[in-house]
């Protein structure tokens, strides 16, 4: 949907909230002026709407009891179910007791899965017995419900503490997420990953112990086999990419979101906010990571690489856990380090060995500023010491020389042309002798020169006093065209496939229609050859960016899926006005898809005159442009194949 659409579909959306239920069909009748995809998408708006409304006005009010537990109050509620405050008779002890609505997960037979699934993971919760982790204490069943009965938490959670003062100290930020991370190592160790650290699973008692809430939970909602179609759980600015792309989960992901959640205390804003979703999706799994410091001018620069690896788009890129996460991100603050830790390799290395640069399996040309820390190294020796604290001296203690420090060491910009030029900036501290390679040579301790590399380039700085040396990396990315990434990906289809995709992925991203098609027809025949219907949505998102971008045969394998329900709910309405756009290009195919649908009156008026018109029109066309050998086939080709 084009954001054109998505606005006028929103503005209709509110404004026929604000009419009385009978008056919302005539008003987008008149309203939509016979846009049959604004309508459409309108209408399902209002359905979901309608669905939720129903769901919050039947569980209103407040029950007397669940389980064994008298309910006192409520706590909140969201799209899985309520919260109550409830007193557990047996021992007098006030309890949250969670009643979970799986229907809003799945139907039938799938959410009686889902409450099995969900006692075995509340169970394997349950065993986790930590100061920063909110004990299970229950399960159990209150007629169709499913509930889970826990410790109860006096005192807010980190998210109305946000939302009361949106940026906090960082002392007190530091403390938070020392004990959020210690929470979360522990259950890693158990082999439990959370799946939704958020700010309001972050729960403060008196306003200092940290309570990690929900483990156990987020496992069923981020399901991806058991949740309806185009639905996506969890908490979507603090999603990790590979979350957002359903593979597979580990501690890592859990990871990503705290550091989401430490941007967010430092600087008082998300690193990821966009609309709608896809937009979202997109920054998340391949957008640059934004800099903290320049959110919050207050920090020191060195917070930027931290972040860096912290949110990496690779879980390999992150740290090992999340204390090192953390300890790595106070050693910043405090001036401790300028962004590494001892001994580390500076930049993140692919599988290969050399820098990543593109993340395999993505969707869009990944461009990159790797500054991913600050290592400190001795050369042809082992790793130079690096203090924890500044130690207290007596009088006759004489200070060991520190390595030096690298404030700064940018490309900007960190993208560019082919040709183009950019400049290199440092500032070091406590150097004798400062080096830049390739082909830069000896510089001062802080300056600038330009560069103007002919391909992706890193830059490494090294500062030398006689305590060592450090380095650090800077990646100057060449961009390379669309068409380039498109032709380089088509050749290497089938010698590296898992390349040649993310290739084509860049080429699709930048506005190659012809890797956008390619794209949809791999999708499709995956779909087709494993009979897997997870591939098809993907087909018909690059077939839509297609037609979107004016591509002819984009129009038409749009138009066949929405005809067949591909990737996509039937609607041969749409797929009636998709034909006749690419039918206007001059495509065979569309025209006789739709002389088909006039024939059988499907999305159309039933005109037997049209069908024949089109007919032969597709067979004029097919002799003036060839179609391609490889495309979806419509319901009525289908049918004479």
């Known amino acids: 949907m084009s954001p054109e659409i998505h606005q006028r579909v929103r503005q209709l959306f509110d404004e026929a909230l604000l009419r009385p239920e009978a008056e919302r069909a005539p008003f987008l009748q008149t309203a939509c002026a016979g846009n049959a995809e604004v309508c459409g998408q309108v209408t399902q708006l209002l359905e979901a709407h309608a669905e939720a409304g129903h769901f919050l006005e039947s569980e209103r009010a407040l ?164 949740t309806k179609t185009g639905m996506r759980m969890g908490t979507p600015s603090y999603m990790s990419p590979e979350q957002v792309d359903a593979k597979p989960l580990d501690e890592r992901s859990d990871q990503f979101s705290l550091a989401v959640v430490a941007y967010e205390l430092l600087t008082g804003a998300q690193p990821f906010r966009a609309e709608p979703f896809t937009a979202l999706a997109h920054m998340i799994v391949y957008g640059p990571r934004p800099s903290a410091r320049a959110a919050n001018p207050e920090l020191p620069a060195s917070i930027d690489q931290v972040f860096y690896r912290g949110l990496g788009k690779l879980p ?140 992706p380039t890193y830059y490494v700085l090294t500062a030398t006093n006689a305590a060592g040396t450090v380095f650090q990396e800077a990646f100057v990315e060449v961009r390379r065209s669309a068409v380039s990434l498109y032709l380089e990906g088509k050749s290497k289809l089938r010698t590296h496939f898992a390349e040649a995709l993310d290739l084509l992925r860049q080429a699709g991203e930048l506005g190659e229609t012809h890797a956008m098609m390619v794209l949809g027809n791999i999708y499709w025949e995956r779909g087709e050859s494993r009979d897997d219907k997870d591939e098809f949505p993907e087909a018909f998102r690059w077939f839509h960016k297609a037609a979107d971008a004016g591509d002819r045969d984009g129009m038409r394998n749009v138009g066949v899926f929405y005809e067949m329900g591909i990737g996509v709910r039937e609607n041969e309405l749409f797929a009636a006005q998709w034909y006749r756009k690419a039918v206007d290009l001059g495509s065979s195919d569309a025209a006789y898809n739709l002389g088909g649908m006039y024939e059988a009156g499907r999305g159309v008026p039933r005109d037997l005159g049209k069908a024949h018109e089109l007919r032969q029109l597709a067979v004029e066309l097919a002799t003036q442009t060839p179609s391609p050998d490889r495309r979806p086939l419509s319901r009525s080709r289908r049918q004479t194949n």
């Not at 490309?411 to 400062?434: F, H, N, Q, R, Y």
């Open 63 to 226: 029950p007397q009891r669940v389980g064994r537990y008298m309910i006192t109050g409520e706590l909140g509620r969201g799209a899985m179910g309520i919260v109550y405050k409830a007193i557990d008779p047996l021992i007098g002890r006030d309890v949250a007791v969670k009643v979970i609505r799986l229907q809003a997960l799945a139907d039938g037979g799938e959410a009686a899965f889902l409450r099995e699934r969900l006692f075995r993971e509340a169970r394997a919760a349950g065993g986790l017995f930590h100061p920063g982790i909110i004990v299970i204490l229950d399960v159990g069943q209150e007629g169709d419900l499913p509930f889970i009965a826990m410790e109860y938490v006096e005192g807010p959670s980190l998210f109305q503490v946000l939302a009361a003062r949106p940026k906090i100290d960082c002392g007190e930020a530091l403390k938070i997420l020392h004990k959020t991370a210690a929470a979360l190592d522990f259950a890693h160790g158990k082999g439990v990953v959370h799946r939704d650290i958020k700010p309001a699973n972050i729960l403060l008692e008196n306003g200092v112990i940290v309570k990690v809430a929900d483990f156990g939970i987020a496992k069923i909602a981020s399901s991806q086999r058991y």
């Open 316 to 455: 390999g890129e992150r740290y090992a856990n999340c204390r090192e996460f953390v300890t790595a991100l106070e050693r910043a603050l405090t001036g401790q380090v300028s962004g590494g830790e001892a001994g580390e390799t500076p930049a993140v290395r692919g599988r290969t060995g050399r820098p990543s640069r593109y993340i395999l399996g993505g969707a869009v040309a990944a461009v990159l500023l790797v500054s991913t820390g600050v290592g400190y190294k001795r050369l042809n020796s082992a790793p130079a010491a690096v203090p924890t604290a500044t130690p207290a001296l007596d009088r006759q203690t004489v200070p060991s020389p520190l390595p030096p420090v690298i404030a700064q060491f940018l490309a900007d910009p960190p993208t560019i042309e082919p040709g183009a030029e950019a400049i290199l900036s440092w500032k070091v501290s406590g150097a004798t002798k400062v080096d830049i390679d390739p082909n830069i040579g000896k510089k001062p301790t802080a300056g600038h020169v330009q560069v103007k590399p002919s391909g």
